[in-house]
């Protein structure tokens, strides 16, 4: 998985409590991102970042919050979670000097119940 | 609004047929196209497009783009059922701190 790892890997929650989701690379790229996935809806991007402390949002970034301290570290915040963000969460990283090709973590499965 | 969508949305196959899938765009300041595979974990990197007519090849696999009718195919010839994933295309802007766009997916059983 390119030397990204997220965590967890599961994760069942109740409505209305906050949920913190991890991704951490070894590449030393500069850009990563915060992806879900639904039936139907094929990857969706939430936020991404472009350097340390650099973040804007993506298209269904409503709900979720992230910060990136450290290269090697971006982080989801659900503040409040409700039933509608269980999904399957992906981070990806990428270089500008590959093109733009973006590599995958191997994913979180969140419920909210 | 910049689309992207992928047809069929599902097929079904016997092992050595060949598959064609499609994957049309419309965007602003088109850059690349990219398919990756999916098989119930992290998608992974099949091949990236940026010039019309020029087929990528990795194996069994194939892959060409069409700037003028804005669409790509992905080809799979003589199908395994190691094939059977769900395929994804996504495109990237020339502007737009590398983020891509995804199509739905195609999900593609090959049957023994």
């Known amino acids: 998985d390119a030397g990204i790892t997220q965590s967890p890997r599961h994760k069942v929650t109740e409505t209305g409590t906050p949920v913190t989701l991890r991704c951490h690379q070894t590449?030393?790229?500069?850009?990563m991102y915060w992806y879900r996935q639904d039936p139907g809806h094929g990857l969706r991007l939430i936020h991404y970042?472009?350097?340390?402390?650099?973040?804007d949002k993506g298209e269904v970034s409503d709900g979720y919050s992230v910060s990136r301290s450290k290269t090697e570290d971006f982080l989801l915040t659900l503040e409040s979670a409700t039933s509608s963000q269980t999904s399957v969460y992906f981070c990806a990283i990428s270089e500008s000097t590959n093109g733009g090709i973006q590599y995958f973590g191997a994913g979180t499965r969140l419920s909210v119940l | 609004e910049d689309k992207v969508v992928q047809s069929p949305l599902s097929l079904v196959v016997h092992e050595g047929d060949t598959v064609t899938l499609n994957c049309s765009y419309e965007v602003t300041n088109f850059r690349s196209l990219l398919w990756y595979k999916q098989e119930k974990k992290a998608p992974t990197f099949l091949f990236m497009l940026t010039s019309s007519g020029i087929e990528k090849k990795s194996g069994r696999l194939s892959s060409i783009l069409d700037k003028k009718e804005l669409f790509s195919i992905l080809n799979i010839t003589a199908t395994q059922t190691g094939d059977s994933a769900v395929y994804l295309c996504a495109v990237g802007k020339g502007d737009s701190w590398g983020k891509l766009q995804f199509g739905a997916g195609t999900q593609v059983v090959v049957t023994p």
């Open positions: 970042s472009y350097g340390v402390k650099d973040t």
């Open positions: 590449e030393n790229h500069r850009y």
